[in-house]
Every structure is written in C-alpha cells, then in structure tokens.
C-alpha cells in the first residue's frame, strides 16, 4: 500500500481535521492569542490537511468536485509561506467553520 493512496491519505486528512475541531472545543478565539502552544497546534493542523489534500490524486480530486480541494491546498500554503502574516481570525474560522462541514463532506468518501 503506497504511503499517498488516496484512501489512506483521504483517512489521514479527516482524522486531522476532527484534531482540529477536537482540540479547539471549549476554547474562544483568543486563546489563539493567548497560548502559544494552542496556536500552534492548531496551525500544524490545518496545515497537515491541506498537505493531505494536495497529496490526493488529481483523478479522486476531480471526481469530487463538491469539495473545495484547491481553497484547502491554497489555505495550507498561506499558512506555511506567511507564517509571519497568519490571520489568526481566518484560522479560527477555518477550523471551527469550515472543518466540521468538510469533515461531514468528506466521510461519505471513505
């Protein structure tokens, strides 16, 4: 089984995106402000599912238009190259927004 099929990188991406929304319940916003550690545990996590999501094949991605690989893709090299620029409200509302709704996007394709 090859380290990137689709399967086990699509499993990989939505275990880390239910992390992500795990370790963000009961926490507020300016906890990313507050707690380092929180901030950056947050943004590896982000930025491991859109790495993950880069990984897929360009066939699954295709077959799946209805979830939006490319903003995902482009959010994880926002984050990586800007790293000194991070919106941390975008974060915020990535994780606590957007995630839960991918996640419940993304299970029925396993």
């Known amino acids: 089984m090859s380290r990137h099929e689709d399967s086990v990188t699509l499993r990989q991406m939505l ?6 929304v795990s370790t963000t319940s009961g926490r507020t916003r300016e906890h990313l402000d507050s707690d380092r550690m929180f901030y950056l545990a947050v943004l590896k996590l982000v930025e491991i599912v859109g790495e993950a999501a880069g ?9 799946h238009p209805e979830i939006p690989w490319r903003q995902i893709v482009g959010a994880r090299n926002r984050l990586v ?5 991070v919106d941390r409200d975008v974060l915020w509302e990535i994780v ?4 839960p709704a991918l996640a419940l996007a993304l299970k029925p394709l396993l």
């Not at 275990?15 to 992500?20: G, L, M, V």
């Not at 606590?96 to 995630?99: C, G, I, K, N, V």
């Open 55 to 63: 990984r897929l094949s360009s066939s699954f991605q295709t077959s």
């Open 15 to 20: 275990e880390h995106i239910e992390e992500a």
């Open 81 to 85: 190259h800007g790293y000194d620029a």
């Open 96 to 99: 606590t927004a957007d995630f």
